[in-house]
């Protein structure tokens, strides 16, 4: 007897608040480097003067979120 299909979600699921901070992050990302892979490598890579990979830092809390626009600003100067 075959089992019917499933999706398995093993991977973490984010709240409604972690994934808005998360993609105003992306998009500012986006918008600021706008060079191919620009933006996943920043907010992918670790970052000395964040302490942490911004897209960790953004889902994680508000402040994170505000020191990683800070961040992105400041290479846009």
Do not use: C, Y
């Not at 933006?39 to 897209?55: Q, Y």
């Amino acid at each position: 007897m075959n089992k019917p299909f499933r999706k398995r979600f093993d991977s973490v699921k984010l709240t409604k608040e972690e994934a808005e901070r998360q993609g105003k992050a992306a998009t500012l990302a986006w918008k600021a480097f706008p060079e191919p892979g620009a933006a996943v490598a920043f907010m992918n890579e670790h970052d000395d003067a964040l302490g942490g990979r911004p897209i960790d830092l953004v889902v994680a809390s508000e402040e994170g979120l505000r020191a990683v626009e800070q961040a992105i600003a400041a290479r846009q100067a």
